[in-house]
């Protein structure tokens, strides 16, 4: 099969979950990465190490392994700004998660006084395909400033609709926000050309690259040309632990908002009266912040970097090509999202006639193979497509045409298990 | 989980409901009516009661769901009607107390008779709630039709 990485077996054996037997002796086939990745050895020795050899707080501790652990710390950033053609290391802020860095740009463009201030009849643009964590807060900030919430619908095949991008981005628009590969669907949004018309206008550019960076190479300087000011993603699905997200964002515009959270770290000098806060990356990091797991994050990022992430991408797309295939042999079966392999990324969500996505998940399990049921925290992309849930099962660059085989085997056994066939 | 842990959860009396369910349909007339969904995987249950002179007189509903969720609504209804309010509330309370009890509560067959199928449920916790949704949908909406009934004999006999 042309584009699978060539040392498969042997990336394989850098994930050492991928060994492990489940309950009566079968092994684990985990389809479920756009939930969240496995961690290859690295990683863990990575964390381990730190912990056993280097812990001590970052930038506030004068000694020895205060000055270890702060430089492993600032060096994870560089190696994340590095790997994301960053800018500038310094635009790159340590959050929980891509929900958090979500979250503090719709909390502090709400209390941004000046050209990003938010007011009424203000207007804030996203997609009917954004994850629950890129709805939300948009919701939040909208209703608290009498601003109007606006989105992009879908096209049957789960792409987005741009025939209204004209009327929908205008003078009264303030954000856009999208996400550029759908948890749901799978789609890969044209994100520079949004960001080109929502430039035009002087509205400020949020991506959400969840689920893109774990899958294509991002050169942040080429999408900040085309008009990117900020980008949210997720540590635990590059292969890194949880508890760690990244914001990066243009120096200016994170110059000009205001703190998220206040505290320890994110202040120049503090007064009884008033404070004067620290500069980027640094006035968005209030408290000692995620020490190990951004430690974990950038051993993460160097793993993917040294397998190359084209190679990852070009991986990614010869195992969905060959799994929306083998799927579409499966009778009762519909994919929901693009069925051209190049539009999208590597979760399919599907239905399965007459067998309920939890049903199907379950019965997938006593295969061994783990896949998600639900909404997949996509709600309103599930009701365009007028299903309540579906099954994702979704690859990444440890999955096998094997792993996709036992999909399908497994598929077969549930229509038989609920008496379809 | 293995394959027999799957025909534990999966008993033939469920798979028989989810085909053939009991008592679905919102009907008139109702006292109450309640929607209750399962946040995590979004199954939803629309839920009616009718009560007459202290007996549950009928129990309709329009779910979406799971197998396990939705032969559980079919069961919970054909268990409740025709029951005294105070009955149908016991046989609620059994089934909770079976479906929370991490698989170490025994059921009893008298009373929950097709539920104790569900026995199996308990020990799949991310399934429990599939299980209990409609039942506490029924819970909430029986308290809401007697708290109305309350409220209404108070103002008559004001
Ligand atoms: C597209 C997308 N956005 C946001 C998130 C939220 O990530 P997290 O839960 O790590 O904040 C996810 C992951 O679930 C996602 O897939």
Redesign the interface.
């Known amino acids: 099969m042309d584009g699978l990485l060539p040392e498969l077996e042997v990336i394989r054996k850098d994930f050492p979950i991928l060994e492990r037997e489940?309950?009566?002796g079968k092994p684990l086939v985990y389809l479920d990465s756009a939930n969240t990745s496995q961690k290859p050895q690295v990683v863990i020795d990575t964390m381990v190490d730190h912990l056993e050899r280097h812990n001590a707080n970052v930038a506030r501790a004068m000694h020895q392994l205060g000055a270890e652990s702060s430089e492993a710390f600032e060096s994870a950033r560089d190696k994340i700004a590095a790997f994301v053609n960053a800018p500038s290391r310094d635009e790159i802020i340590f959050t929980k998660n891509a929900s958090e860095a979500l979250n503090l740009v719709a909390n502090t463009l709400a209390w941004a006084r000046g050209p990003l201030e938010i007011g009424e009849g203000d207007e804030v643009v996203i997609t009917e395909m954004e994850h629950h964590s890129n709805i939300v807060p948009w919701q939040l900030l909208t209703e608290r400033k009498g601003a109007t919430l606006r989105w992009f619908g879908l096209h049957d095949d789960g792409t987005l609709d741009l025939s209204d991008i004209d009327s929908l981005i205008n003078e009264k628009t303030k954000v856009v926000s999208l996400t550029w590969v759908s948890n749901m669907l799978g789609t890969i949004n044209p994100v520079a050309e949004i960001a080109r018309k929502a430039k035009a206008v002087g509205a400020i550019v949020v991506v959400d690259a969840s689920q893109a960076v774990p899958q294509m190479p991002v050169d942040l300087v080429e999408l900040a040309e085309a008009g990117v000011d900020l980008l949210a993603f997720t540590g635990h699905k590059v292969v890194g632990p949880t508890g760690i997200g990244v914001l990066w964002g243009r120096t200016e515009i994170l110059d000009q908002l205001p703190p998220f959270l206040g505290g320890g770290e994110m202040i120049e000098t503090v007064a009884m009266e008033r404070s004067t806060y620290a500069g980027i990356p640094h006035k968005f990091e209030a408290g000692t912040p995620p020490i190990v797991e951004a430690v974990g994050l950038g051993a993460a990022v160097d793993y993917l970097g040294h397998v190359g992430m084209a190679a990852i991408r070009d991986h990614e797309h010869a195992i969905t090509a060959y799994a929306l295939e083998a799927m579409a042999t499966v009778s009762g079966l519909t994919v929901l999202g693009p069925l051209d392999a190049s539009l999208r990324g590597g979760a399919i969500s599907f239905e399965l006639d007459g067998?309920?996505?939890?049903?199907v998940a379950?019965?997938l399990?006593?295969r061994g193979v783990a896949v998600r049921?639900?909404?997949h925290c996509a709600?309103p992309a599930?009701k365009r497509f007028g299903v309540?849930?579906s099954t994702r099962a979704s690859s990444y660059l440890y999955t096998t045409p094997g792993e996709i085989d036992a999909l399908v085997e497994a598929l077969e056994y549930t229509r038989s298990?609920?008496k379809l066939s | 989980?293995?394959?027999q842990?799957?025909d534990a959860?999966?008993q033939e009396i469920i798979?028989d409901h989810y085909k053939n369910p009991l008592n679905k349909g919102l009907r008139d007339p109702f006292e109450a009516e309640v929607h209750h969904v399962n946040p995590?995987?979004?199954?939803?249950v629309t839920l009616r009661v009718h009560l007459t002179d202290g007996k549950v007189s009928d129990v309709s509903y329009d779910a979406?769901?799971?197998?396990?969720s939705?032969a559980s609504t079919s069961v919970m209804t054909d268990l409740v009607i025709g029951k005294s309010v105070e009955e149908a509330m016991s046989i609620q309370a059994s089934f909770q107390e079976l479906m929370q009890g991490r698989g170490n509560v025994e059921p009893d067959e008298e009373v929950l008779e097709d539920g104790i199928a569900f026995a199996g449920v308990a020990k799949?916790p991310a399934?429990v709630k599939?299980a209990l949704l409609s039942w506490m949908a029924w819970k909430d909406a029986t308290a809401q039709a007697l708290a109305d009934a309350g409220t209404d004999e108070e103002t008559t006999n004001g």
């Open positions: 489940l309950a009566g067998v309920h996505p939890h049903d379950q019965v399990d006593s049921a639900g909404h709600k599930h309540q849930a298990y609920f | 989980m293995t394959a842990d799957l959860l999966y798979l995590t995987c979004g199954d939803e979406m769901g799971c197998s396990i939705q799949f399934r599939c």
